[in-house]
């Protein structure tokens, strides 16, 4: 199975993809992404008879968009990769699921995949 996954923003796509076919979910992560995420990929496994352990590939888009989003999405996803010794792609843009999709079946892998946040980071200053 192929995990395909957007948190460039508070709604997270996620899309599984197994012989051809495609089921995609989404969530409204909000502030719950750190927590959350690996339960709900996790859940969403289980109800297609799958675990993390079944994935074959994983597909992401990298940005622009939201830098704790991307952060945590790409934080975990690339973890997982590495852990699983599966192979990991990311990329940007319209049709970036095709993209991922046409990479992982050619057999490409980037081994880690860095966000592209589309500027600087909005850090907000300590009160004190």
Known sequence: MIVLW???DMLVRMV???EGVRVAQ???ADRTL?????AYMRDRLAEHDATLDDIEGIGVFRGPGSFTGLRIGLTVLNTLAQANH???VG???DGWEEKCLERLLHGDNDHIVLPEYGGDAHVTKPRK
Request: proline share 5%; net charge negative.
């Open 91 to 93: 990329e940007q843009g």
């Open 6 to 8: 957007n948190s460039a």
């Open 86 to 88: 599966v192979p990991i």
């Open 16 to 18: 599984l993809v197994k």
């Open 34 to 38: 750190a927590r959350d995420m690996l």
């Open 26 to 28: 989404e969530w409204q």
